[in-house]
């Protein structure tokens, strides 16, 4: 009774003093740490006409998840001092590692923030993570009724749609484009713009219906094909952790010469083929399995928190995050995002800006600089000799 008084005195006094703090100048770094003591999702969306913000959180270590608590509240923006205080969650789900739930949001606060303070005891500070609410209808797949947070699905997953007028059909775009690895960030003068995309095909559900689908493939759904509404996903075989050596290869883009990467292709998903050419980079068995281990779990990081039309390692965030790994420091200053590091192997700062499509209205763009070739190369070179 004693250590939940205190710890329940403890929340008060951090609740107060967080109080009126603006976050605008707060280091989101947590989000894409992997070694932080939890991961936090979030989504918002429609279900039979309310508007509800989602969240679930997962504990990585072994702490108790009795320890946490969550406090959610409602921002105009992150340069707000103050917001208004949410209900308590619905819990959907509870258990030794996990806990999710549903908060309904007020219908006018549609273009604000929902802000999420989670509050352990034995912390100096909180965590802070944070969601915008659309403006207009907030779509999202349900996988048992629990909204689906990321933006990709599995092959023959079965998934239901929330947030679309239950008496019009669904028009569903599958593109089956093989989308290109992210280009360097000294790579200035080759930055490619993405063609017009058409679909190989078009189908008609109706949206009370589960969806699955049997093949990889980026997927548009919409009721109204002339508006820029809609949700789009991936759907993906091996993922996010990919596992077949067919799947491994097109990573590797990244620190593989042109003639190395060739080798991979023509492999063919030969085990034996594959291992030599990985081999061959970094010099013996041990320092392979390292670089495989390692290079592999930031492939699967990647895939996990920056999948948009395109997989998460193939996006601008994706590459730096595999490469350069975690940033220290991360900013968010109106459509940029900030990220900085202060590590042995590397001291700099990469700047992405929002580049919202159709088909991920979150969409980010690296700004790359020509000075970044030595910095790059660097790090590939660490990479290559499994020493990072």
Excluded at 14 to 41: C, H, K, M, W
Excluded at 241 to 257: K, Q
Excluded at 287 to 310: C, D, G, P
Aim: hydrophobic share 40%; proline share 6%; glycine share 6%.
């Amino acid at each position: 009774m004693i250590i939940r008084c205190a710890f329940l005195l403890f929340s008060l006094i951090l609740s107060f003093a967080v109080s009126g703090q603006t976050l605008r100048d707060n280091n989101f770094s947590n989000i894409y740490n992997p070694d932080e003591l939890f991961s936090v999702s979030t989504i918002c969306y429609h279900d039979n006409g309310k508007l509800f913000f989602y969240f679930t959180f997962s504990l990585r270590g072994q702490r108790n998840i009795n320890e946490f608590s969550f406090q959610a509240e409602v921002r105009e923006d992150l340069s707000s001092r103050e917001g208004s205080p949410l209900p308590e969650p619905e819990w959907l789900t509870i258990s030794e590692t996990v806990k999710s739930g549903k908060i309904a949001l007020p219908a006018e606060t549609g273009g604000m923030l929902v802000v999420l303070k989670i509050i352990m005891a034995s912390a100096r500070r909180p965590w802070f993570f944070f969601t915008e609410i659309p403006k207009g209808k907030a779509f999202a797949l349900l996988k048992n009724n629990i909204p689906v947070t990321g933006k990709y699905i599995t092959t023959g997953e079965a998934v239901t749609c929330s947030g679309f007028e239950p008496d019009k059909p669904l028009i569903i775009s599958l593109y089956e484009d093989d989308f290109p690895a992210a280009l360097p960030p000294f790579a200035t003068a080759q930055a490619r713009v993405t063609p017009v995309l058409k679909p190989s095909a078009v189908l008609v559900h109706q949206p009370d219906r589960p969806l699955s689908f049997q093949k990889k493939a980026l997927v548009l759904i919409q009721q109204d094909t002339t508006s820029a509404e809609g949700i789009a996903f991936r759907v993906e075989e091996d993922y996010p952790r990919l596992a077949t050596i067919s799947s491994l290869t097109g990573p590797m883009i990244y620190v593989c010469e042109k003639k190395e990467m060739d080798k991979l292709r023509s492999a063919a998903g030969n085990k034996s083929a594959f291992d030599k050419v990985i081999l061959d980079i970094v010099g013996n068995t041990e320092r392979a399995r390292i670089f495989m281990r390692s290079y592999f779990q930031r492939v699967e990081q990647a895939n996990r928190m920056f999948t948009s039309y395109k997989e998460g390692w193939k996006t601008d965030r994706g590459m730096i995050y595999i490469i350069f790994g975690p940033p220290e420091e991360v900013y968010l200053l109106g459509n940029r995002e900030i990220w900085e590091y202060t590590n042995a192997n590397f001291k700099g700062r990469f700047t992405f800006t929002r580049s919202a499509t159709l088909f991920d209205p979150k969409n980010y763009v690296l700004i790359r600089e020509a000075n970044m070739r030595d910095n790059w190369y660097n790090m590939v070179d660490l990479w290559r000799k499994a020493r990072f």
